[in-house]
């Protein structure tokens, strides 16, 4: 017994001493836990069950086409009456390369100015196959009128200094796209008349 109390006061007295000669490390940490790391996803939000409240949703998240040099958020009504006087411009419209092919197209008359004309005539080529033929002829006359127009279009804006990255081609649908409209129904609205020099 007593040797096994002498063994245990010697170890105990070595630990005492190992203790001692360790000198404490300087860890460099930061002195406080680290947070726990956040997801970052938003919650998805339920799935409307009844359309009511889908209608409700599909209200609150609409947005609305923009603003209005940087001012508040428009609604539909001024949105559209903004797009009608050319306030705000789609992506598609904007640029000066796009305005000088709107005045283009709206100081002339074009064959493309008559396209909503062609559709009875389609009508009636389902029982008369002379007017098909008709119509196809108009329909690539206006395809190489399109084209004409797109190159014209690109040869001015060089002359004005203009920088287009748009092939004659992409010019020509553009203008197409808008000289077969009434000028009443063309959005913006024209802003020279017909005849009016460029």
Sequence with gaps: MSI?????????????????????????????????????????????????EAVAWQKQHAQRGGTVAGQKKLTGTEYRQA???????????QGPVRALARDYVDSRRMLSNYMLWLFPLLIVGMVVP?????????????FAESIYTGARIKRLA??????????ALTLGFYTFSRAYFKRSWRRPLPVVELGDKL
């Design 130 to 142: 002379l007017a098909q033929v008709l119509v196809f002829l108009v329909f690539i006359a206006m």
């Design 4 to 52: 096994l109390r002498r063994k245990s006061t010697t170890e105990a007295e070595a630990v005492d001493s190992s203790e001692e000669l360790v000198e404490p490390v300087e860890t460099g940490g930061k002195g406080r836990p680290t947070p726990k790391r956040r997801t970052g996803r938003a919650p998805v939000a339920k799935a409307p069950k009844t359309r009511k």
């Design 83 to 93: 797009l009608r006087t050319g306030e705000v411009l789609p992506r598609r419209d």
């Design 158 to 167: 060089l002359d004005r200094g203009l920088k287009s990255g748009e092939s």
